[in-house]
């Protein structure tokens, strides 16, 4: 073919080649499906990478975890390589660092694991390893607990039962896991009141002093709630052995002196109650002994939270510290125990209430300071024990040592005024009364003995009440005068709150961790408990077997290992 045909042919071959366009998408197709691999690959790989870092890291953490907890007897650091051999993650493994003293542990361990990346090769990362980081620390503090358990009437039966078992498993939680002996719980009772004790009793300056043993409770004044301190030096009023709830039958007739319906002490009245198994304990690290404090746990009366948490408040106080020497000194308490409460700002302990309630505040009275103690002015026959009352307003003539003339003697079970204390015999009403020894058969009262045997409401109606009035209207207005001379209200719902709150707001701005449980408790006492708590985390609402939960969980919250990294 002559050259020149040749040339023209080629031309037009390419021409024809450079036009054609029926492959072009096929190619554009490869690109795309290529880039679509690529990119499922990187995919791949990073998951590939994220379950090796996921397995990497929680072998991590519980191999660490369990290395760092006191309780753990074998080598730390042979705890994190067997807990990664048996992962089959020995190599992944790259070092475990440990430092522990007398009451901690911290253990850190580290691992570096290879994920062998499929893909990334192909944009130049030859290399993808995925690294972890742990570290756990157990740490055994000084702690001071308190457990402010609610014991009054309505904890009966199931409820109570619950309580002394969820407490117990408490303590064994707690303290079982302290083998330094650095934790101390208290257990502070209440109910209307707060029997304190005699050994914690005894170490305050109480005035009105009612002479019964078992009996132990005080009112504190309103001034005490406005700090943690209570003074020891301060005169502190003990509250009246006393039935100030019962009723009498107010009738114009005589109520006998012995009448149980009507007349003698209800001794489940009493707002102190005198029973043993309620007392305060003092701080104390034997298991046995709190549990068997906690399991004899009575419940009865009324309900008052903020005298409970006035007292755990004071158990926590560092002011108490000298009150702690002498317990330890005298045997009360551990001897370790001598340099407690700590002060607040102790960085390496932590000071805890767990306040707990079924209900809510009720007010209550109290028979008034002037008539707690002291001789009064009732007698009594010594042959009968028929009561008498002298009335000075019924004096119309006296002397220096006699009173004549006047018949100032009411004696309740005759209805009538005489010139002389009933003494089991007819009284010579023409005979005046000397003081000093004109007769016999009869002995003054003081307060304490009529408060230990008869009823506020019947001292009022028959002592006074009929006593004064001549009509049912004066009656009743001589009755009402003597109840509000004998007696007066504690404290109003509204105060209890409000002095609760007050203790409740010390606490926490002194750095005292409050656990709040209301169990099965009414709507304000739920609010009251709540606000109280250190916040939400830190309360618990509980109804039946949830009780023992809300305690398992605290023990927790106070014995937990944690992770810091």
Same mark, same amino acid.
């Given at each position: 073919?002559?050259? /020149? ?7 037009? /071959?390419?021409?024809?080649?450079? @036009? ?23 995919? *791949? ?9 996921? %397995? ?5 953490? /519980?191999? !660490? &975890? =369990? ?33 522990? @003293? &007398? ?26 390893? =995925? ?83 078992? *009996? ?27 039935? *100030?709830?019962?009723?009498? #039958?107010?009738?114009? @007739? +005589? ?26 304990? &003092? ?71 767990? &306040? ?67 003494? @089991? ?14 007769? %016999? ?13 008869? /009823? ?19 009656? !009743? ?46 709507? !304000? ?13 830190? +309360?618990?609402?509980? #109804?039946? !077997? ?6 398992? %969980?605290?023990?927790? #919250? ?8």
């Amino acid at each position: 073919m002559p050259r /020149r045909n040749l040339l023209k042919l080629l031309t037009d /071959r390419a021409r024809g080649f450079a @036009g054609e366009d029926s492959g072009a998408l096929i190619i554009f197709g490869l690109i795309l499906f290529f880039l679509m691999l690529l990119m499922g690959g990187l995919a *791949v790989d990073l998951m590939r990478y994220e379950a090796t870092r996921v %397995t990497l890291q929680n072998t991590l953490d /519980r191999s !660490t &975890l =369990a290395a760092a907890s006191l309780d753990q007897e074998l080598d730390p650091e042979e705890v994190v390589r067997d807990y990664f051999q048996k992962a089959g993650l020995s190599d992944q493994l790259r070092d475990v660092q440990v430092v522990e @003293g &007398l009451n901690f542990r911290n253990v850190k361990s580290r691992g570096i694991a290879d994920a062998r990346p499929f893909f990334l090769h192909l944009i130049g990362i030859k290399d993808l390893d =995925a690294k972890g980081l742990s570290a756990a620390e157990q740490r055994i503090t000084d702690i001071e607990i308190v457990l402010v358990l609610d014991v009054s009437g309505s904890m009966s039966g199931a409820k109570i039962t619950r309580l002394r078992a969820a407490a117990s498993d408490f303590v064994q939680t707690v303290i079982g896991s302290d083998p330094y002996n650095r934790v101390s719980i208290a257990v502070v009772p209440y109910n209307a009141q707060v029997n304190l004790g005699p050994t914690l009793i005894g170490k305050y300056n109480i005035s009105h002093q009612n002479g019964l043993s078992g *009996v132990d409770c005080v009112e504190p004044p309103a001034s005490t709630f406005t700090n943690a301190t209570m003074s020891r030096t301060d005169p502190l009023p003990r509250a009246a052995y006393a039935d *100030v709830t019962s009723s009498t #039958n107010t009738i114009d @007739g +005589y109520v006998s002196w012995n009448s149980a319906s009507y007349a003698t002490m209800n001794t489940s009245a009493p707002f102190c109650r005198n029973v043993a198994a309620n007392i305060v304990r &003092l701080p104390n690290n034997n298991v046995a002994t709190l549990q068997s404090q906690i399991n004899a746990l009575q419940a009865g009366g009324n309900t008052s939270i903020t005298l409970g948490m006035k007292w755990g408040l004071t158990l926590l106080d560092p002011g108490a510290r000298p009150m702690f020497d002498e317990f330890a000194s005298q045997g009360h308490i551990p001897s370790e125990f001598a340099v407690r409460p700590f002060n607040w700002d102790k960085t390496d302990a932590d000071k805890i209430i767990v &306040l707990m309630t079924d209900g809510e505040h009720v007010a209550h009275n109290r028979i008034n300071d002037t008539y707690k103690t002291g001789a009064s002015s009732i007698y009594r026959a010594t042959s009968d024990g028929n009561y008498s009352i002298f009335h000075t307003s019924k004096v119309v003539t006296t002397n220096a040592t006699t009173i004549c003339n006047s018949r100032p003697f009411w004696v309740p079970h005759l209805g009538a005024w005489h010139s002389r204390p009933w003494n @089991g015999t007819t009284p010579n009403s023409s005979t005046c009364y000397v003081p000093s020894a004109s007769f %016999t058969g009869y002995t003054l009262q003081n307060w304490e003995q009529i408060w230990a045997n008869q /009823r506020l409401t019947w001292v009022a109606w028959q002592l006074y009440g009929r006593a004064l009035g001549t009509t049912s209207a004066t009656r !009743t207005t001589a009755y009402n005068n003597a109840i509000s001379m004998l007696s007066s209200n504690y404290a109003s719902v509204s105060g209890m709150n409000a002095s609760l709150q007050q203790s409740c707001t010390i606490a926490k701005d002194n750095g005292v961790t409050v656990y709040g449980i209301a169990f099965e408790a009414p709507a !304000t006492g739920q609010a009251q408990i709540r606000q109280c708590a250190t916040d939400d985390t830190h +309360y618990f609402d509980a #109804n039946g !077997t949830e009780i023992a939960t809300a305690f398992q %969980t605290i023990a927790a #919250n106070i014995t937990q290992l944690r992770l810091t990294q």
